[in-house]
């Protein structure tokens, strides 16, 4: 079962980016609106993200580095409504035989902290007093230490940050009410304060996507039975190529996916008569039965039961926002 874990920290575990990804994920679905996330070298030395969530039980802990080790799906009928952000019960398994790992954890209900250690293929089975708040700390050292044909594809330090960076932005702007904060090297570089009025939800955007996009971009409301589109394109009068400012989101979670892509540039060049490329910040969400989004291990993708019905959807509602600025 370790070599599995091994194998299936290739899937999962791309490079430190990834296991930033997967442990925020876990640190949002333990209900933490506090996520606190520290970096060394890139995350090559270091990654620790520790949260206010509802904690790890300690009778739970070693089990939770165990592979298919999932406390969010009881039995197999729930993949289909799959809410949570976590299910597959393998990151942590995945992430812990490439790395030093440890999980230190307390809940609610215990006056103590419990901490538990693995390291590559071995983990220690002792579960050690520690001193925590109610919540949880994941501490990734040494990052492929054992796979040296994986830390070779490490870029440098400063592109791993990027990329780390670059996934807290996209899970921040989905998630505002939660407070998030980055540091590298000891140094704060990005403070998410949690937003819970729609200024401050503005101000959020604003802060990720720059003032520039927030000024310039029309605003989306979209309604049609269980399928509702929110979020900001950028207006046409505005344009420049941003490609780099895309994200999307279908039920809160972030994805890369062909059909929404591909309908907002169509969207466009239905209502401009020209190829556009513009900036998006978009959020679908819509009845989680018809849409799967157990199709990779990385989660990034989904597939919609009514793709031609979603695709449609999008399209009018761009078409209706870019409309309502020529009113
Ligand atoms: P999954 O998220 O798919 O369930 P993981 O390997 O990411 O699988 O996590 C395994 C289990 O460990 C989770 O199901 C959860 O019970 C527990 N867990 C992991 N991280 C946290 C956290 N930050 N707070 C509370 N529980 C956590
Ligand atoms: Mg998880």
Redesign the pocket.
């Known amino acids: 079962p370790q070599l599995a874990n091994q194998i299936a920290a290739g899937e999962v575990v791309e490079r430190p980016a990834s296991v930033v990804k ?2 925020v ?3 949002l ?2 209900g ?1 609106n506090r996520i606190q996330i520290d970096i060394e070298n890139g995350g090559a030395s270091l990654i620790r ?1 520790r ?1 206010n ?4 039980p300690k009778a ?1 802990l070693a089990l ?1 580095l165990a592979r298919h ?4 799906i009881s039995h197999i009928d729930d993949l289909d409504a799959i809410l ?11 992430i812990s035989s490439v790395s030093r790992l440890t ?1 230190t ?1 307390r809940t609610q209900e215990q006056s103590e902290a419990w901490q538990v250690y693995a390291q590559g293929l071995e983990m220690e089975t002792t579960v050690k007093p520690a001193s925590h708040p109610v ?2 700390t ?1 501490e990734v050292e040494n990052l492929f230490f054992n796979t040296p044909a994986r830390r070779k594809f490490l870029r440098s330090d400063k592109t791993e940050f990027a990329h780390i960076d670059e996934v807290i932005r996209r899970i921040a702007l989905a998630k505002s009410a939660i407070a998030f904060t980055l540091t590298h090297n000891g140094k704060v570089v990005r403070q998410y304060r949690s937003a819970l009025d729609d200024a401050q939800k503005l101000k959020r955007v604003a802060a990720i996507c720059g003032d520039d996009f927030i000024r310039h971009a029309l605003q989306i409301q979209w309604k049609h039975e269980d399928l509702h589109l929110s979020g900001w394109v950028a207006s046409p009068t505005f344009y420049r190529a941003q490609n780099d400012l895309n994200y999307s989101y279908v039920n809160g979670r972030m994805v890369r996916d062909k059909v929404i892509n591909h309908t907002i540039r169509q969207a466009y060049a239905e209502y401009l008569g020209n190829e556009q490329y513009p900036a998006f910040v978009l959020f679908l969400d819509l009845n989680p039965n018809e849409v799967d989004v157990n199709v990779h291990p990385t989660k990034h993708e989904v597939r919609f039961h009514q793709s031609r019905l979603i695709h449609d959807f999008i399209c009018q509602g761009i078409i209706n926002a870019l409309s309502s600025e020529q009113a």
């Open positions: 997967e442990l994920e876990n640190s679905d333990a933490a993200v949260d969530g509802f904690g790890i739970e939770a080790a999932t406390s969010k949570s952000l976590g299910f597959r019960g393998e990151a942590l398994a995945s999980l954890s919540g949880t994941v």
